[in-house]
């Protein structure tokens, strides 16, 4: 089947056609030790990002998701929008209770996003996806 047949497919059945952007990270935890400073967290974390890592018995790993998270987000906005200018407290994971859904806030974007994300780890490794659709 050829791409403008499974358009027409699409737009025939109602659906809107809309873009996806994927972003992706992946962090080695000791790696990840060799950086985590609390000039770091300062610079790179929010408030609320940093309640939420500070109330684990192992913070470390809740800052290593979080990063993750934001380089996946950060990953997918740029494939929206190659030109915005975003620091990393400009896009906050946030998480209503403990191991509860990671949602997206994006600070400075003109149109909001429609940002998913999954957050995982696994012995030394902690991996995040974002997928943007817009």
Known sequence: MKTEEIEELIVGS???LQSIAVGNDLVHL???DKSFTPYFVRRGYTKEEIAYCEQFAEPRLRY????AAKEAVYKA???VDET???WWRDI???RPKPQGKPTVIVKKLK????????ISH??????ALAVCVY
């Open 77 to 79: 906005i740029k494939q």
């Open 84 to 86: 915005i200018k975003i």
């Open 30 to 32: 000791p790696m990840f």
């Open 64 to 67: 290593a998701s979080t990063w």
């Open 92 to 94: 906050e994971i946030h």
């Open 122 to 127: 696994d012995g030394d490794y902690v991996w």
């Open 111 to 118: 149109t909001p996003l429609s940002i998913n994300l999954t």
């Open 14 to 16: 109602g659906c809107r």
